[in-house]
């Protein structure tokens, strides 16, 4: 079992830069298929990035070109690297991960075990 805890939200102006980190305890984060979500107010929880067992990565189509995520084995860290942010990212930022690869699309919710408390990030225009 892994426990995941965010960190690196906050409020930034249109066009800035964030960048979140979660830290996993528990077990190594190497045998974990891992994302990132994001859920606004009134709104479905949505995948933002994932990276897979084989380091892979999947994104969501609104973020394409502006996110990356990686994932550093030496710390345990899952991070998300947010870059040229819009008032559409404001949202809770979750990481959750599921063990061993994925079996379905990686930015779906239901294929995740284990989640964060979240953090969240406010995009002023």
């Known amino acids: 079992q892994v426990q995941l805890v965010e960190s690196g939200g906050g409020s930034v102006q249109a066009g800035g830069s964030l960048r979140l980190s979660c830290v996993a305890s528990g077990d190594t984060v190497s045998s974990y298929c891992m994302g990132w979500f994001r859920q606004a107010p009134g709104k479905a929880r949505e995948g933002v990035a994932a990276i897979d067992v084989d380091g892979s990565t999947s994104y969501a189509d609104s973020v394409k070109g502006r996110f990356t995520i990686s994932r550093d084995k030496s710390k345990n860290t899952l991070y998300l690297h947010m870059n040229s942010l819009k008032p559409e990212d404001t949202a809770m930022y979750y990481c959750?991960?599921?063990?061993?690869?994925?079996?379905?699309?990686?930015?779906?919710?239901?294929?995740?075990?284990?989640w964060g408390q979240g953090t969240q990030v406010t995009v002023s225009s």
């Open positions: 959750a991960a599921v063990e061993g690869p994925a079996e379905i699309e990686p930015t779906i919710p239901t294929l995740y075990d284990y």
